[in-house]
């Protein structure tokens, strides 16, 4: 299993890169902004949508979104980057992580669409999934053959 950067990156892993990165970023700024500010300080959040969910404001919501959809992201990233047999696996659990983290907020502060932010990660949750899928596909992990015989990672 060789770890090297001298094969071109597939466009498959190149969207895959692209996404996470993107998301990553997007992540860390609105988990810092939601731990810096738990009570609506910075993003202004209501305090009161969290009625009955186990969270009093938003500093453990932001320090999840920042670690598990900021750094996972941007660690998937660079696994990717360096042509790592898990990265497509990867790619697919990040998606993933964004949909159940999307469904999890909506079930508990509803559903919102100004701005428009959780249709934009719904569907890039969508698209990060079926990227994550697609090279899964394309390198045959899953399928019974192991990515490095057919050389595409």
Do not use: C
Request: charged share 10%; proline share 8%; hydrophobic share 55%.
């Amino acid at each position: 299993m060789s770890l090297t950067r001298s094969k071109p990156l597939g466009r498959v892993a190149a969207a895959a890169i692209g996404l996470e990165v993107l998301l990553g970023i997007g992540a860390i700024g609105g988990g810092v902004a939601l731990m810096a500010g738990p009570h609506g300080e910075i993003i202004p959040l209501p305090v009161s949508a969290l009625a009955g969910s186990p969270f009093a404001d938003y500093f453990v919501p932001g320090a999840i979104l920042f670690a598990i959809l900021g750094l996972g992201p941007l660690g998937a990233a660079v696994l990717a980057w360096r042509r790592h047999p898990v990265a497509p696996f990867l790619a697919f659990a990040v998606g993933g992580a964004l949909l159940i983290w999307l469904v999890v907020e909506i079930v508990i502060v509803g559903y919102t669409n100004d701005p428009p932010l959780q249709p934009i990660y719904l569907g890039l949750g969508v698209v990060i999934t079926l990227v994550g899928i697609g090279w899964l596909r394309q390198t045959g992990i899953g399928l019974g053959r192991r990515p490095e015989a057919r050389g595409q990672v």
